[in-house]
């Protein structure tokens, strides 16, 4: 029996390292990150594979309040409220995904920060599962301006490895992220879901339409999004 359990632990030796090193990388970079400019898993992979990486570091103080309520308002409603993971949205894809309905994500912004600092993008149940703890641990370490910082700095937002707000305003409107009014708050905020393939620069119908609904809500209740401002107030 001894000998048996040694060429168990034998076995599981390499897995359980493994393991054991995806849980310590998170819970010691994510305090670093407090002061840190990170850089995402997807940057990584385009570093290694000698692709372009285009990313300029903001202060989330010179980045446009528009945007920041536009994509509140756009990607996670109750961002300013939950703890990382919005339970109820969370609730009801495991109610869909069991009863074989289409599930649509239920990503928080920062269930999205944990998956590109520490995770992979190719979605399957496993990575999601791992989202949910490392999006708790995120909120408990950091402010949620600095995981807004963070997240405004780390999106992808171009098909030519452009990472971050800076360079996504640069490339679809010349423009610095602090000059954005709404129209293009809007249209940057709606092209995260698909930044490969959206365009800001050249919307199509749809998109026009889609961000003319974002800018009317983030608008009417910008107050949801306060808490990424100074003071708890955004200048919308």
Same mark, same amino acid.
């Given at each position: 029996m001894a000998r048996r359990k040694k060429t168990i632990l034998r076995?599981?030796?390499?897995?359980?390292?493994i393991g054991g090193l995806l849980i310590a990388i998170p819970l010691i970079l994510t305090p670093v990150y407090l002061v840190v400019s990170p850089i995402s898993v997807p940057m990584v992979e385009r570093y290694l594979t000698g692709r372009t990486v285009v990313r300029t570091w903001r202060d989330i103080e010179d980045i446009s309040d528009r945007l920041k309520a536009a994509i509140i308002l756009?990607?996670?409603? +109750? $961002?300013?409220?939950?703890?990382? %993971?919005?339970?109820?949205?969370?609730?009801?894809? %495991?109610?869909?995904?069991?009863?074989?309905?289409? *599930?649509?994500?239920?990503?928080?912004?920062? &269930? +999205?920060?944990?998956?590109?600092?520490?995770?992979?993008?190719?979605?399957?149940? =496993?990575?999601?599962?791992?989202? *949910?703890?490392?999006? $708790?641990? =995120?909120?408990?370490? &950091?402010?949620?301006?600095?995981? &807004?910082?963070?997240?405004?700095?780390?999106?992808?937002?171009?098909?030519?490895?452009? $990472?971050? %707000?800076?360079?996504?305003?640069?490339?679809? $409107?010349?423009?610095?992220? +602090?000059?954005?009014?709404?129209?293009?708050?809007?249209?940057?905020?709606?092209?995260?879901?698909?930044?490969? *393939?959206?365009?800001?620069?050249?919307p199509n119908a749809g998109l026009l339409r889609v961000a003319g609904i974002v800018a009317e809500r983030a608008q009417t209740y910008g107050e949801r999004a306060g808490c990424v401002g100074p003071g708890g107030r955004l200048d919308l």
């Open positions: 076995y599981l030796r390499i897995p359980l390292a756009s990607e996670d409603g +109750q $961002f300013c409220r939950h703890w990382g %993971v919005d339970l109820g949205a969370l609730r009801a894809e %495991v109610e869909n995904l069991l009863a074989g309905e289409p *599930v649509r994500g239920a990503s928080t912004l920062t &269930m +999205q920060v944990a998956r590109n600092l520490f995770l992979w993008n190719d979605p399957d149940p =496993i990575r999601k599962a791992l989202e *949910v703890p490392l999006a $708790f641990y =995120i909120d408990l370490i &950091m402010p949620k301006k600095r995981i &807004m910082e963070i997240y405004l700095n780390i999106a992808e937002w171009g098909p030519a490895g452009e $990472f971050g %707000v800076a360079a996504g305003a640069e490339r679809a $409107f010349g423009t610095a992220p +602090q000059n954005l009014d709404w129209r293009t708050a809007s249209l940057l905020a709606v092209t995260l879901p698909n930044p490969l *393939v959206r365009n800001p620069a050249r």
